[in-house]
């Protein structure tokens, strides 16, 4: 497998544990709004109004929050990638040299690393120089448009499920269908994100449902002293 390809993997993984973390974030937050307001009353109307205003917030909070902090990020590799690019022109040797110690700490010892730094400089010095030192590749820099649009269909996803159960059943079914999908959803996603991770899965499962129930908890006690007094 290629460097290239490893890059691309790596950040298909990333993108797809922001996805999955974005839509735990969806059904907590939605499912702790819905039943708060359910604790307060029986209006379809009102949960319904409250549900889809907590989820467009949410959804657009997510993605101009991602938005702004991958386009700091874009920005920062775009200069550190300019700082390289000057320095190349301005000081090849010192680079070479730069380079060929970078490779001996990564175990190979100094005729070999220099014959790969002269290798790789010759082939695309600031590639290479990007790869090793900075971490970073060139041509796959993060979009944050896309960013932003992922995050938004991720908690729009994760934030339809408590929606519509709290909304479909009737008054009295309302908050028990509603959790137990709710709990269900968050081990679902408490699975995943271990696996991606590589993480223990029963304390990321534990972990997620306790939050999210904790939520559940507070909101529904706190809505449904709201609406008695």
């Given at each position: 497998m290629t460097d290239t390809q490893s890059a691309a993997i790596s950040t298909r993984l990333n993108w797809l544990r922001a996805g999955v973390l974005g839509a735990n974030d969806g059904i907590i937050s939605t499912a702790g709004l819905v039943v708060g307001?359910?604790?307060?009353?029986t209006s379809r109307t009102a949960i319904l109004t409250a549900g889809v205003a907590g989820l467009l917030a949410g959804a657009l909070s997510m993605a101009a929050g991602e938005y702004v902090s991958v386009s700091s990020q874009r920005d920062s590799e775009r200069a550190a990638l300019e700082v390289e690019r000057r320095e190349l022109a301005e000081e090849p040797e010192a680079e070479l040299d730069e380079l060929t110690g970078m490779l001996m700490e990564r175990g190979l010892d100094h005729a070999v690393a220099r014959e790969a730094a002269e290798q790789l400089t010759e082939r695309d010095a600031l590639r290479?120089?990007?790869?090793?030192?900075?971490?970073?590749?060139?041509?796959?820099?993060?979009?944050p448009w896309h960013a932003a649009f992922a995050s938004l269909v991720a908690f729009t996803v994760g934030a339809v499920l408590p929606l519509l159960a709290i909304v479909l059943p009737g008054p009295s079914g309302r908050?028990?269908?509603?959790?137990?999908?709710?709990?269900?959803?968050?081990?679902?996603?408490?699975?995943?994100?271990?696996?991606?991770?590589?993480?223990?899965v029963p304390r990321a499962v534990l972990r997620n449902v306790l939050g999210g129930a904790l939520a559940m908890a507070v909101t529904y006690a706190v809505g449904t002293w709201l609406g008695t007094a």
């Open positions: 307001v359910a604790g307060a009353t290479a120089h990007a790869r090793v030192e900075l971490g970073i590749e060139p041509d796959e820099l993060a979009n908050v028990p269908v509603t959790v137990t999908a709710v709990l269900a959803a968050l081990t679902l996603c408490g699975v995943v994100s271990a696996r991606l991770g590589g993480a223990p």
